[in-house]
């Protein structure tokens, strides 16, 4: 089964919800992709941030096609729930906000399904992990109790949604623009 890389995919679903298009990327994992996407409003460049999940059958998997298609659908089903946890969140203060998703079919040369991409639109904020890495000065005590009040906000009201995180890591926290802390990568 062939299928477009996902570069190629990426440049057939622009522009995204209407009017953003990919800037740069930020992360290359083995399902999933962040890039840094942006759009012009009213001559003002506006940055978010886009993760996009791939589902597809893995090449060693052995199944019939029909339990192939029933594989695909239930991993979309499950992620489709995810985003749902991730919309109850939004009002946190102390969570990564999410903006947007859309789901888009993947196609093999033969035009039949052959798996989803998910995109997934939230705010563009500055990554904790990258931070620490590039600076020459450590995080003062205030730094530090601000950061674990932030988290430990974060992960109330995830477990409030009946969530866990699982990765909880210096690259999946994230500063905003006033300098709170806000978790994120569910």
């Given at each position: 089964?062939?299928?477009?890389?996902?570069?190629?995919?990426?440049?057939?679903?622009?522009?995204?919800?209407?009017?953003?298009v990919?800037?740069?990327?930020?992360?290359?994992?083995?399902n999933?992709?962040?890039?840094?996407?942006?759009?012009?409003?009213?001559?003002?460049d506006e940055?978010?941030?886009?993760?996009?999940?791939?589902i597809?059958?893995?090449?060693?998997?052995?199944m019939?096609?029909?339990d192939?298609?029933?594989?695909?659908?239930?991993?979309?089903?499950?992620?489709?729930a995810?985003?749902?946890s991730?919309?109850?969140l939004?009002?946190?203060?102390?969570i990564?906000?999410?903006?947007?998703?859309?789901?888009?079919?993947?196609?093999?040369?033969?035009?039949?399904?052959?798996?989803y991409?998910?995109l997934?639109r939230m705010?563009?904020?500055?990554?904790?992990?990258?931070?620490?890495?590039?600076?020459?000065?450590?995080?003062?005590?205030?730094?530090?109790i601000?950061?674990?009040?932030?988290?430990?906000?974060?992960?109330?009201?995830?477990h409030?949604?009946n969530?866990i995180?699982r990765?909880?890591?210096p690259d999946?926290?994230f500063?905003?623009?006033?300098?709170?802390?806000?978790?994120?990568?569910?």
């Amino acid at each position: 089964m062939n299928i477009k890389s996902a570069d190629e995919r990426l440049k057939e679903y622009q522009p995204l919800w209407e009017n953003w298009v990919i800037d740069s990327t930020i992360h290359n994992g083995v399902n999933s992709r962040v890039y840094k996407i942006k759009r012009n409003r009213d001559g003002e460049d506006e940055f978010s941030v886009m993760k996009v999940v791939t589902i597809t059958l893995e090449s060693d998997m052995l199944m019939s096609k029909s339990d192939g298609m029933k594989y695909l659908d239930d991993r979309c089903a499950r992620a489709k729930a995810e985003i749902r946890s991730m919309i109850k969140l939004q009002r946190s203060p102390y969570i990564v906000s999410y903006f947007d998703d859309t789901v888009k079919t993947i196609y093999d040369e033969n035009g039949e399904k052959a798996g989803y991409d998910l995109l997934i639109r939230m705010e563009y904020l500055e990554c904790f992990g990258a931070k620490i890495r590039e600076s020459e000065h450590s995080m003062t005590t205030g730094d530090i109790i601000n950061l674990a009040y932030d988290i430990g906000y974060a992960l109330r009201d995830i477990h409030k949604c009946n969530m866990i995180h699982r990765d909880i890591k210096p690259d999946n926290i994230f500063i905003d623009e006033y300098g709170y802390y806000k978790l994120g990568d569910f």
